[in-house]
Structure formats: C-alpha cells, structure tokens
C-alpha cells in the first residue's frame, strides 16, 4: 500500500482470498518517509488487526530488515525456500520494495504506471525468492480522477474532461 492513501490502496479482494486460502499474510506500507508518524501510527494499529504490517521507505531503505524478518518469521515450512508473491495497486512501489529488501537493483523500477508487464522472480537471498507482479486494480476502481490521483494511471492517458480550450 502507498502510506500517503493506505485505504485507497488497499484491495480487499486480493486480502480476502490470501486469507481465505489460509497463507501467511503481511502488509507492507510503501512511502512512509512522504507522511508523518502520527498518520502511520494510527494507520497501523488499525491494519496489525488484520496482519502483521511493515513500514517501508524504498527512498531511503528503511523497514526493509524489519521486513525481511517478518517474512522469514511467517514462512510455513521451516528451512525451506520461501516464495513471495507482492500484489497490490500499480505504482505503489512493489519492485521498490523488493529492491530495498535484496539491497540491489534487481526488479526493473520506473515512475511511470504499468512498468512491470509480467512475473519477475527476484532472489532475495536467505532462502527469500519474491514474485514481483504488475499492478492489480479491483474491478469496481473505474473513476479515471481517482486513478490519476493514486498514481494508478499515468496522468499522460486521461481524458480530458474538464473542458478546458
């Protein structure tokens, strides 16, 4: 999830079926460096109800041990490979996240909506391998302004319904 729009960025969908198929589950909260503590603080004690949630700033690395922890403290099988599947709104920072969790450019990274086309796998060492995936949107999302304002599509591909000259 963006830190700035955590309930905008959540997809209820994808949460409930990670639950429903009974697999470890955490919440990671990209771009805590843009908001203040306060904001997070409350932000999560509401969402630790529901899973295990990280702090990350992929600007500047912070949370990602914390967040490496927490994904070796919640793999079912011990000594074993442990897989990561990132799901969550485009342009959210998932491959940012990645990167600042293997401490390398591994995942292909741009500003830009819709950048990652495909699964990456991504070695993350100590047994961690990530599925980095493009974007995923819940079907009812159709508002184009709201879109456009969660970074979810590119600014360049909105109508112009303003109907400025």
């Not at 990167?99 to 047994?127: F, W």
Request: glycine share 8%; with cysteine; hydrophobic share 35%.
């Amino acid at each position: 999830m963006d830190a700035r729009f955590p309930d905008e960025t959540r997809n209820s969908e994808v949460e409930k079926e990670i639950i429903r198929l009974n697999k470890p589950f955490i919440i990671v909260i990209n771009k805590c460096d843009l908001v203040s503590k306060e904001k997070l603080d409350k932000t999560k004690a509401r969402l630790s109800r529901i899973a295990p949630t990280v702090f990350v700033s992929s600007k500047d690395r912070s949370g990602t041990t914390m967040l490496r922890h927490q994904i070796l403290a919640s793999a079912c099988i011990k000594g074993r490979d442990i897989l990561v599947g990132t799901l969550g709104y485009p342009n959210v920072g998932k491959s940012s996240v990645i990167n600042g969790v293997t401490g390398r450019h591994r995942a292909s990274t741009s500003p830009i909506s819709g950048h990652t086309k495909g699964v990456q796998h991504v070695d993350a060492g100590s047994r961690i391998m990530f599925m980095d995936t493009p974007g995923v949107i819940p079907f009812d999302e159709n508002d184009e302004y709201v879109q456009g304002l969660l970074g979810i599509k590119d600014a360049t591909h909105l109508q112009d319904n303003w109907g400025c000259p």
